[in-house]
C-alpha cells in the first residue's frame, strides 16, 4: 500500500505538471504550440500574446483551482454522509448557487461576468444551511441519511424554481446557458482572484479534517468514544464545502462527476485513510479538470464546455470502478 501511494503521488504531479503546460500551449485556434510557448515569454503587442497571457494562463490556473475545490468538496461530502458516492451537490449547494445567478439573471440583468460571483457563493451559502439546519434538528441530531435526504429534496425545489425562471423569462435562458453548462472558456484573471480566496480558505478547513473524518467513518460514538466531536466536524465539513463547492460553481459553472469520482477512484488506490485521499484531491481532481478542458477545446472548432466532457469521461470510469471486484470502502 505503502508503495501504490508513492507511485500515486508521482504519477499525480507529473499528469498535473505536463497537463498544466499542454494547457498553455493548446488550444482551439491557429495558434502553434511553438508560438504559444515563445508568447508565454516575450510580448509582442499582438492578439496571439493577449491569447496566451490573458486567456489560457489564467484559464489553466483557474482548471487546478476548480479541480483543488471540487475535489475536496467531494471527498469531506462521501466521509460526511459514509456513502462512497455521494457528490457534492448532494447538500443543494450546487443547486443554491445556480439558482442564485439565475435570479440575479432574471431581476438584476446580470451578464454573468462578474457580479454573479457573489450571487453564486450567497445561494451556495444560504443551501447549506438550510440544508444542515433542517438535516440536523430532531432527537437524532445530523445521521448521514437525514443530510442526504434533505440535501436531494432541497436541491430539487431549487433546480425546480430555477428551471421555471428560465423557462418563463428565454432572456434569462440565454444569459445563464454557457454558464450552466460549467466552461472554464473566457474566464480572465478577475474571477480566479475573485473566488481564489474562498478556495484557499476552504482548503485549509479540509486539510485539518482528515484524522477527524477517518474517526467519523467508525460511527459517531465511536467517534465520541475516540475524543472526536462528531457535530463540529460535520459543520466544519459543511463550511468547507460550501466555500468550495459554492466558489467553483461560481467561476466555471455546476461541474459534474469531479467530486464524484476523484475522491472514489483515490479511495481504491490508496485505501481509506482520508490523511491520503484529501491530500491526493490536491493533484488527481486538478489534472481531472484539465484533461477535461484540453479535450474540450481539441475536440470539436467550437469548443466543448469542461462540464460537458467530464461527464463524458466520469460516467465510465465511474461504471467500470464501481464494477471493480475489490472496490474500497469508506
Same mark, same amino acid.
Given at each position: 500500500?505503502?508503495?501504490?501511494?508513492?507511485?500515486?503521488?508521482?504519477?499525480?504531479?507529473?499528469?498535473?505538471?505536463?497537463?498544466?503546460?499542454?494547457?498553455?500551449?493548446?488550444?482551439?485556434?491557429?495558434?502553434?504550440?511553438?508560438?504559444?510557448?515563445?508568447?508565454?515569454?516575450?510580448?509582442?503587442?499582438?492578439?496571439?500574446?493577449?491569447?496566451?497571457?490573458?486567456?489560457?494562463?489564467?484559464?489553466?490556473?483557474?482548471?487546478?483551482?476548480?479541480?483543488?475545490?471540487?475535489?475536496?468538496?467531494?471527498?469531506?461530502?462521501?466521509?460526511?454522509?459514509? #456513502?462512497? +458516492? $455521494?457528490?457534492?451537490?448532494?447538500?443543494? =449547494?450546487?443547486? @443554491?448557487?445556480?439558482? *442564485? %445567478?439565475?435570479?440575479? /439573471?432574471?431581476?438584476?440583468?446580470?451578464?454573468?461576468?462578474?457580479?454573479?460571483?457573489?450571487?453564486?457563493?450567497?445561494?451556495?451559502?444560504?443551501?447549506?444551511?438550510?440544508?444542515?439546519?433542517?438535516?440536523?434538528?430532531?432527537?437524532?441530531?445530523?445521521?448521514?441519511?437525514?443530510?442526504?435526504?434533505?440535501?436531494?429534496?432541497?436541491?430539487?425545489?431549487?433546480?425546480?424554481?430555477?428551471?421555471?425562471?428560465?423557462?418563463?423569462?428565454?432572456?434569462?435562458?440565454?444569459?445563464?446557458?454557457?454558464?450552466?453548462?460549467?466552461?472554464?472558456?473566457?474566464?480572465?484573471?478577475?474571477?480566479?482572484?475573485?473566488?481564489?480566496?474562498?478556495?484557499?480558505?476552504?482548503?485549509?478547513?479540509?486539510?485539518?479534517?482528515?484524522?477527524?473524518? #477517518?474517526? +467519523? $467513518?467508525?460511527?459517531?460514538?465511536?467517534? =465520541?468514544?475516540? @475524543?472526536?466531536?462528531? *457535530? %463540529?466536524?460535520?459543520? /466544519?465539513?459543511?463550511?468547507?464545502?460550501?466555500?468550495?463547492?459554492?466558489?467553483?460553481?461560481?467561476?466555471?459553472?455546476?461541474?459534474?462527476?469531479?467530486?464524484?469520482?476523484?475522491?472514489?477512484?483515490?479511495?481504491?488506490?490508496?485505501?481509506?485513510?482520508?490523511?491520503?485521499?484529501?491530500?491526493?484531491?490536491?493533484?488527481?481532481?486538478?489534472?481531472?479538470?484539465?484533461?477535461?478542458?484540453?479535450?474540450?477545446?481539441?475536440?470539436?472548432?467550437?469548443?466543448?464546455?469542461?462540464?460537458?466532457?467530464?461527464?463524458?469521461?466520469?460516467?465510465?470510469?465511474?461504471?467500470?470502478?464501481?464494477?471493480?471486484?475489490?472496490?474500497?470502502?469508506?
Amino acid at each position: 500500500m505503502r508503495r501504490r501511494r508513492v507511485v500515486a503521488v508521482v504519477l499525480g504531479v507529473v499528469l498535473l505538471a505536463a497537463l498544466a503546460l499542454a494547457s498553455l500551449l493548446v488550444g482551439s485556434g491557429r495558434l502553434s504550440t511553438a508560438e504559444a510557448w515563445r508568447l508565454l515569454f516575450t510580448d509582442d503587442g499582438g492578439p496571439d500574446g493577449l491569447i496566451v497571457r490573458e486567456y489560457r494562463v489564467p484559464r489553466t490556473l483557474l482548471a487546478i483551482a476548480v479541480g483543488i475545490a471540487l475535489g475536496l468538496s467531494g471527498a469531506i461530502i462521501q466521509a460526511i454522509t459514509r #456513502n462512497p +458516492l $455521494a457528490d457534492p451537490g448532494i447538500l443543494g =449547494v450546487n443547486a @443554491g448557487a445556480y439558482t *442564485a %445567478v439565475v435570479f440575479a /439573471a432574471a431581476w438584476l440583468g446580470s451578464s454573468l461576468t462578474g457580479a454573479h460571483i457573489a450571487f453564486s457563493l450567497a445561494g451556495a451559502l444560504v443551501a447549506a444551511l438550510v440544508v444542515y439546519g433542517i438535516g440536523t434538528t430532531g432527537p437524532a441530531g445530523g445521521t448521514p441519511t437525514k443530510l442526504v435526504l434533505t440535501g436531494t429534496a432541497f436541491g430539487a425545489v431549487l433546480t425546480g424554481i430555477s428551471f421555471a425562471v428560465t423557462l418563463t423569462q428565454p432572456e434569462v435562458f440565454d444569459r445563464v446557458r454557457f454558464w450552466a453548462a460549467g466552461s472554464l472558456q473566457n474566464r480572465q484573471f478577475d474571477t480566479l482572484w475573485a473566488v481564489l480566496p474562498f478556495i484557499v480558505v476552504g482548503a485549509a478547513i479540509a486539510l485539518v479534517l482528515p484524522r477527524a473524518l #477517518n474517526a +467519523l $467513518a467508525l460511527g459517531d460514538d465511536v467517534a =465520541v468514544a475516540l @475524543g472526536s466531536r462528531p *457535530a %463540529v466536524t460535520k459543520l /466544519a465539513g459543511v463550511t468547507a464545502v460550501t466555500l468550495l463547492c459554492g466558489a467553483a460553481t461560481a467561476a466555471a459553472g455546476p461541474i459534474a462527476f469531479v467530486g464524484l469520482m476523484v475522491p472514489h477512484a483515490l479511495r481504491s488506490i490508496v485505501g481509506p485513510d482520508q490523511r491520503w485521499i484529501l491530500p491526493l484531491c490536491l493533484i488527481a481532481a486538478p489534472v481531472l479538470m484539465l484533461a477535461a478542458d484540453i479535450l474540450g477545446r481539441v475536440a470539436v472548432s467550437s469548443e466543448l464546455p469542461a462540464g460537458v466532457v467530464t461527464a463524458f469521461l466520469g460516467a465510465p470510469v465511474l461504471i467500470a470502478l464501481t464494477r471493480r471486484r475489490g472496490a474500497r470502502g469508506l
